[in-house]
């Protein structure tokens, strides 16, 4: 017994923080959550008003151009988005608060009252 408890606990703390389902998503798609682990966390994440804006880490450079952001149509107008940084900030000005990035839904392709979840993980 204590052998399958004990097998239990590895096998959770293996899985923690890889993937995140949401519970009430009926269309999740394997294939959106092979790469979840290459979207990075951010600092914070706002949709709102037609567009998607995340608080990202910086050392002062970063812009948008440091980003690339996929963007899945699962189904009935729900879109699943994640955002990873494709270009390392080599400047020396840290600024702690973060930056915020941000697109448009035309930009991404979104309709305007289409539902989006974000599947970058969020946290400082």
Same mark, same amino acid.
């Given at each position: *017994?204590?052998?399958?408890?004990?097998?239990?606990?590895?096998?959770?703390? *293996?899985?923690?923080?890889?993937? !995140?389902?949401?519970?009430?998503?009926?269309? $999740?798609?394997?294939? $959106?959550?092979?790469?979840?682990?290459?979207?990075?966390?951010?600092?914070?994440?706002?949709?709102?008003?037609?567009?998607?804006? &995340?608080?990202? #880490? #910086?050392?002062?450079? #970063?812009?948008?151009? &440091? $980003?690339?952001?996929?963007?899945?149509?699962?189904?009935?107008?729900? &879109?699943?988005?994640?955002?990873?940084?494709?270009?390392?900030?080599?400047?020396?000005?840290?600024?702690? =608060?973060?930056? =915020?990035?941000?697109?448009?839904?035309?930009?991404?392709?979104?309709?305007?009252?289409?539902?989006?979840? !974000?599947?970058?993980?969020?946290?400082?």
């Amino acid at each position: *017994m204590k052998l399958k408890i004990a097998t239990g606990l590895i096998a959770l703390s *293996m899985l923690g923080g890889c993937i !995140i389902i949401d519970a009430d998503d009926d269309g $999740f798609r394997a294939d $959106f959550a092979t790469d979840w682990h290459h979207y990075g966390t951010v600092y914070g994440a706002d949709v709102s008003g037609g567009s998607v804006a &995340f608080i990202v #880490s #910086s050392n002062g450079c #970063s812009d948008r151009s &440091f $980003f690339e952001v996929d963007v899945v149509d699962d189904y009935d107008d729900v &879109f699943k988005i994640g955002v990873r940084r494709t270009r390392q900030d080599h400047c020396e000005a840290v600024v702690p =608060e973060g930056i =915020e990035i941000g697109w448009t839904y035309a930009e991404l392709g979104i309709p305007q009252n289409a539902e989006v979840i !974000i599947h970058n993980k969020v946290r400082r």
